[in-house]
């Protein structure tokens, strides 16, 4: 079945930076659409940002752009969220899931921005 772990979530300092990696697997990872999305504590899940199979175009939140680059691996089946200029607004648990599928959500990591 379609699986998604996500990892290297972790506490970071405002200004820092993290790389979040996303293992996929139970389908064919490069010929997906891939996307980031994030839930703060009492908010709804929200997108962060995608990147397309085979050409590899990214979209971001307005929130995130030019802090957060997306990438992906295809060979490793995984994607990457690099996050710059952390600041506690981006304290989140972080989920990566297929771009157009309604997939089941992954355990997620957790991102925790603070002093």
């Not at 752009?65 to 992906?72: A, D, V, Y």
Request: net charge positive; aromatic share 12%.
């Amino acid at each position: 079945q379609v699986q998604f772990v996500e990892s290297g979530g972790g506490l970071v300092q405002p200004g820092g930076s993290l790389r979040l990696s996303c293992a996929a697997s139970g389908f064919i990872f490069k010929l997906d659409h891939m996307a980031w999305y994030r839930q703060a504590p009492g908010k709804e899940r929200l997108f962060v940002a995608s990147i397309t199979s085979i050409t590899g175009v990214t979209n971001y939140a307005n929130s995130v752009k030019g802090r957060f680059t997306i990438s992906r691996d295809d060979a490793k089946n995984t994607v990457y969220l690099q996050m710059n200029s952390l600041n506690p607004e981006d304290t989140a648990v972080y989920y990566c899931k297929r771009y157009t599928w309604a997939d089941v959500w992954g355990q997620g990591t957790q991102v925790t921005v603070s002093t």
